[in-house]
């Protein structure tokens, strides 16, 4: 009697002890996601669009995408009056940390269990890279605005892929280029040890074995590194005439200064900020940073529409200014909903984005533009130099352009691109 | 097996089986491949009073070692699953020659090295990727013709594993070979005495914890198709301590209560961000100053059941 | 050479920290996990006290050991305390929560990215010392923690507080019996600690950014100095920090992959040959 009874009370606890444990799957709370089984829920773009902004909201790139980034894409969906026909869109976010396994984990399940149609922005290469792939399995769309790597349009090309904003070839070819040509020939790369700072530091040493100059060295530094004088030591005793930096965000400002602090450039080095974001500008002050070139796809002051635009963006940013991954949000979302408007519906991520291909752009931030079949958005590249103190009329009036990269030439050819979808046809 | 461990057992496999109606499987899966792991970690510390602070390298050298095969080397999935396992239970052979010479906290130092040592290699070795990891790894079909790709056959096959590893600790703890570790942790002066060679059962065990934690690893590259460092950073070797000693050390139930109850907290209250690892410091401190029998162990004491 | 010195600047840090460690462990046989927290409590406590007081560099060298060196007490006595009777290994899983717990706090609250803190305007520029630029600060770094070391040893070794203290370490009871308030001793020597680590915290403040993660991986790296050194010997820990940090530099040089690794294996290797670390005593 006295075993059954204790047979039954364990029983009864060890289901309630597993209940317990599983009641907040089973029933949904408030942000949770609703539980369903995977691949059961392929319609749930029918209701509603859905756009989830994967971004980083804390770490090193916050400022040059965050919560900027979703407050672009709020801004492109407010446009539209917040619906497509009748399909309300809504905007979603989350923090991928720039760990791929993070972003993945996310992706994966926004798309089987949230119902996102689509993924914007992503500012750290690994994680885009991850996500892209995903996005293919599932067939959605993936809007990379944040990342930097040519492979998302080279080796990783992906039907359901589109790289808005800029890549490592744009950037190479860019700064990288006009640094050469004015006599930078030997160079020392820092990289940022993950596929960005790779498929930089190789874009750039293309473009600079092609002008017949020569690297003399690279060291990798981890992602959010804080002490790079010992890379910067190894840089300086390379005599290398340009030490190039293939790194972004934090770790670019970092550099940046610490070079400074070890009178890097006094003794006669030059440095070569591949990737450089006005954010980091605005971190780093005039002061540090006068003289830089960089290359970018987008700077607020450069005409009326752009003025405009970024007026609106900045008053609701705390006045700051958008960077041009945040400006490639809006003109990505925008463009998608055009897409999505025309078809009547998100359902088919390959047919939205052959929709994308298909469709000239038009917008506020980039102005005309086209999308190649290797998934590359073609715009012009702008090259800027950064103003000195005394050339500032205000704050965030850091830009001088040197020159315009026209569009055919500030991206890769879509025939060099090693794509498979552009090879095959 | 006594009765009453073949109907909690019956109970779990049976939720187990129900779970992915009710649950993303994703989650499942990847809970069922930490509970396997903190299973595995509680064999050393549960049964053998080694408190391993490393345990993170064998399942991310695992996950590597799987991924590795499963995407350069194109091999089927049970086979690269074999590989991580093998390569873990190697890397477990050697590190747990070298650290079993210590005891306490000079072991847990030791082991924590090690991990260290590993993590450092993975951020650096080229097959691994850097901060990348290996991404995209096929998951491929299983014995020539079984798709994984299909969300049911990949939970059969990572319930399957977790079965199989389970009944494996549960045997051994039971064994008279699990008894003998069982005196070692009592006292270990005496099991000397005894005749029994502690460093042989030390080194077994720690190699049996090894290997069945790469077990987990290499499963879980697999259900993610990912290997990341975030599997070899000490943060994960912390995680399994916390999970074992949630669920209750030495209870062969408790770590998987810990692993599920741990991965619900971070899955469902990722969008309180950094609250989560706050909550995990705090049950850790819970736990440790008021709570150390775990929730099996309480559980199990309060009815006066062997759980 | 100039990694060499910068090997230093590392070693400082290393130092400091273990010290700190070494001292906690002797006396209560506590691995302190928090400790890398405690660090960058330091830190943060010095950008703090500049962010919403006003309070600048120099004043925040003193402030905020001090106040990270009291929460300490506090930690130990309310927490700490209550686990001495049972097995170590539950009070370095109890610090292990503690770290988690300070290091989530401060990453809601302050994101993960840092905050920048200036160096102070005495310390800005550089030495030109011939084979490489000198920055003024990290100059300064290497003889303050030469200075707080020596004085950590001079104190421990030379003094009659400091025999109380390694009394205390080898028989507390009989200590205790002596008149000796041992529980408060312990107390005090955790305060003492983890004012260490706050001191390194503000030194490294200038450095580098002020970031919640700062700590996280730098005591791992410091686990293991401790290892090599034998774990509570307050001279051992000591050079062993100085030393690891001049080998790390000089990895750098020769085989830059390996800097972070071979602190690792130089421990695998003490270990096998000498268990009980370099300066340790045995068992």
Redesign the interface.
């Known amino acids: 009697m006295q075993v059954a009874v ?2 039954s ?3 009864a ?3 309630a ?2 209940a317990c ?2 009641k ?3 029933t949904p ?1 408030k ?3 609703a ?5 059961t829920k392929a319609a749930a773009g029918g209701k509603k669009i859905k756009i989830g902004i994967l971004t980083d909201m ?3 790139y ?2 040059l995408a965050g919560k900027g980034s979703v407050l672009a894409a709020q801004m492109a969906v407010d446009e539209v009056g917040g619906k497509v026909g009748d399909l309300p869109v809504e905007v979603v976010s989350a ?1 991928h940390q720039n ?4 972003g ?2 996310i992706a ?2 926004w798309y ?2 949230d119902g996102v149609d689509v993924i914007v922005d992503t500012p750290t ?2 994680v885009a ?2 996500v892209s ?1 995903i996005t293919k399995t599932k067939n959605k769309v993936f809007l990379a605005s944040g990342p930097a790597t040519s492979d998302l349009t080279g080796k990783a090309c992906s039907p359901n892929t589109i790289h808005w904003t800029y890549d490592t070839w744009a950037l190479a070819n860019g700064t990288g280029k006009q640094i050469v040509g004015s006599g930078g020939d030997t160079w020392f790369f820092l990289t940022a ?3 960005f700072g790779h498929a930089l530091e190789r874009d750039v040493t293309k473009v600079v074995t092609d002008a017949g100059g020569k690297v003399l060295g690279t ?2 530094h ?2 959010n590194a ?2 790079f ?2 890379f910067l ?2 840089a ?2 390379s005599k290398a005439k340009v030490i190039g930096l293939a790194n972004a965000g ?1 770790d670019t400002i ?1 550099s940046i200064k610490q070079a400074a ?3 890097i450039v ?2 006669g080095q030059r440095l070569a900020g591949l990737l450089v974001f006005i954010s980091d500008i605005h ?1 780093l002050g005039l002061a540090t940073a006068q003289g830089l070139e960089l290359t970018s796809a987008f700077y607020w002051d450069k005409d009326d529409q752009t003025r405009a635009w970024s007026k609106k963006f900045g008053e609701k940013n705390g006045g700051r200014m958008p960077t041009m991954v945040q400006a490639g949000v809006y003109s990505a979302v925008r463009h998608y909903l055009k897409a999505v408007a025309e078809l009547k519906g998100a359902t088919d991520g390959k047919a939205v984005v052959d929709k994308m291909k298909a469709t000239p752009t038009d917008d506020a931030v980039f102005g005309k533009g086209t999308i190649d079949p290797n998934g590359r958005k073609r715009h012009p590249m702008y090259l800027y130099a950064v103003k000195a103190p005394e050339e500032s009329k205000g704050p965030w009036d850091y830009y001088k352009l040197v020159r315009e990269i026209p569009a055919d030439q500030a991206f890769r050819a879509a025939a060099a691109s090693e794509c498979p979808l552009v090879t095959a046809k | 097996m006594p009765r ?1 461990h073949v ?2 057992f019956g ?2 496999l049976g ?1 187990l089986i129900a ?9 499942l899966m990847n809970a069922l491949c930490f509970a396997l792991f903190a299973c595995a970690f509680n064999l050393l510390i549960g049964y053998v009073g080694l408190l391993s602070f490393g345990h993170a390298m064998f399942l991310g050298a695992a996950g590597y070692a799987a991924a590795h095969a499963a995407k350069v080397w194109g091999v089927s999935p049970e086979l690269a699953v074999l590989f991580g396992t093998a390569v873990a239970g190697a890397l477990g052979f050697v590190v747990g020659w070298l650290a079993i010479r210590r005891q306490g906290i000079y072991f847990a130092m030791i082991t924590l090295g090690f991990a260290q040592m590993i993590y450092f290699f993975c ?1 650096r070795a080229k097959f691994t990727g ?4 290996i ?2 790894v096929p998951r491929g079909h299983l014995v020539g013709f079984i798709d994984l790709d299909n ?1 049911a056959a990949m939970y059969g096959f990572v319930l399957a594993i977790f079965v199989l590893g389970f009944l494996l600790i549960y045997r051994t703890v039971h064994s008279p070979f699990g008894h003998v570790l069982q005196a070692i942790r009592e006292n270990e002066p005496r099991a000397t005495s005894l005749g029994y060679k502690t460093d042989h059962y030390k080194l077994i065990a720690f190699m049996l914890s090894a290997t069945l934690a790469g077990l987990a690893g290499g499963t879980k590259a697999l259900v ?3 290997t ?4 070899v950073r000490w943060q994960t070797s912390g995680e399994v301590v916390l999970m074992t000693l949630m669920g209750g050390l030495g209870r062969v139930t408790g770590p998987v ?1 810990g692993a ?2 741990v991965l ?1 907290l971070e899955h ?1 209250l990722a ?1 309180l ?1 950094e609250w989560v690892t706050v909550i995990k410091g705090a049950i850790f401190v819970v736990c440790v100053l008021a709570f150390r029998k775990g ?2 162990g309480t ?1 199990g004491g309060a ?3 062997p ?1 | 050479m ?2 060499l010195l ?1 090997g230093l ?2 070693g400082s840090f290393y130092a400091m920290l273990s010290l700190g460690l070494a001292i906690i462990f002797g006396l209560l046989n506590v691995i302190n996990f928090a400790h890398g927290a405690l660090y960058m409590m330091g830190a943060f406590v010095a950008w703090m006290l500049l962010q919403y007081c006003k309070v600048g560099y120099w004043p925040s060298l003193i402030i905020a050991p001090a106040a990270v060196g009291l929460f300490g007490v506090a930690l130990e006595r309310a927490l700490l305390k209550r686990l001495y009777k049972v097995d170590p290994l539950y009070n370095l899983l109890c610090t292990f929560g503690l770290a988690l717990i300070i290091q989530g706090l401060f ?1 809601m609250q302050y ?4 905050m ?1 803190y200036q160096i102070p305007d005495a310390l800005q520029g ?1 030495y ?1 010392v011939g084979f ?2 000198l ?1 003024k ?2 100059a300064w770094v290497i003889g303050v923690s030469l200075v707080a070391c020596f004085a950590t040893w001079y104190v421990t070794e030379r003094t009659r507080l400091g025999s109380y203290l390694r009394a205390g370490t080898e028989n507390p009871t009989l200590v205790q019996a002596f008149g000796v308030n041992v529980p408060r001793m312990i107390t005090l020597t955790y305060g003492l600690g983890v004012g260490l680590a706050a001191l390194a915290g503000v030194l490294a403040a200038p ?3 002020v ?1 919640p993660t ?1 700590g996280e991986d730098l005591i791992i790296v410091v686990f293991a100095v401790v290892v090599i050194g034998g774990m509570g010997s307050i001279m051992g820990s000591i050079v062993t920090g100085f030393a690891l940090g001049v080998i790390e ?1 000089l990895t ?2 020769f085989y ?1 992959e390996a800097s972070k690794t071979v602190i690792f294996v130089l421990m695998a290797l003490v270990l096998l040959v000498k268990p009980q670390g370099l300066f340790g005593r045995t068992q």
């Open positions: 204790r047979h009370l364990a029983v606890a060890i289901l002890a597993t444990e599983k907040p799957e089973a709370e942000g949770a996601p539980a369903q089984p995977e691949g804390s770490g090193l916050a400022d923090d760990k791929p396994d993070i993945s984990n994966r399940q089987d269990v290469s690994s890279l991850a792939d040890d993950y596929a060291v990798n981890p992602l804080t002490d004088s010992s030591l190894q300086q005793s934090g970092n602090e070890f009178g006094k003794k971190a | 009453f109907v909690t109970i779990m939720l779970a992915p109606f009710v649950v993303y499987p994703v989650f951020l850097g901060e990348d990891g991404q995209a969300p993610n198709q990912l990341s460092l975030t599997d209560v599920f109850i619900a469902y969008p961000g929730i099996m559980l009815l006066k059941l759980l | 100039s990694q910068l600047i590392n990453q994101g993960s990215s840092g920048p550089s030109d490489m630029v920055p600060y990290r450095m580098t950014n970031n700062m530099g750098k040089v830059p």
